[in-house]
Nanobody
Framework: QLQLVEPGGGLVQPGGSLRLSCVAS????????IGWFRQAPGKEREGISC????????YYADSVKGRFTISRDNGKNTVYLQMNSLKPEDTAVYYC?????????WGQGTQVTVSS
């Protein structure tokens, strides 16, 4: 069964840090590009970061560039999103995504709330 599970998330103060995980089962992650998306209340889902299968190409949206870092641990079949200098506008549900043979697979989503 192909599955992405996202432990982590939570409440953090502005300026703080949080690391999200995306654990894959049924996939070998380094064979696919993987992306992180987020959806804030009342807004459309937006793509914020993507890592190519080779790891040689990385994309960051302007809204997170310089603050977020995507990485992958092939041994754990896990992708991470390290989020630093968090702002209240980063509050959203965060999702990881893989596209396999034209089909999109999504994690269940994890809530990140940035508030004092």
């Amino acid at each position: 069964q192909l599955q992405l599970v996202e432990p982590g998330g939570g409440l953090v103060q502005p300026g703080g840090s949080l690391r999200l995980s995306c654990v894959a089962s049924g996939f070998i992650l380094d064979r696919y590009a993987i992306g992180w998306f987020r959806q804030a209340p009342g807004k459309e889902r937006e793509g914020i970061s993507c890592l190519s299968s080779s790891g040689g190409s990385i994309y960051y949206a302007d809204s997170v560039k310089g603050r977020f870092t995507i990485s992958r641990d092939n041994g754990k079949n896990t992708v991470y999103l390290q989020m630093n200098s968090l702002k209240p506008e980063d509050t959203a549900v965060y999702y990881c995504n893989i596209r396999v043979s034209g089909l999109d697979y999504w994690g269940q989503g994890t809530q990140v709330t940035v508030s004092s």
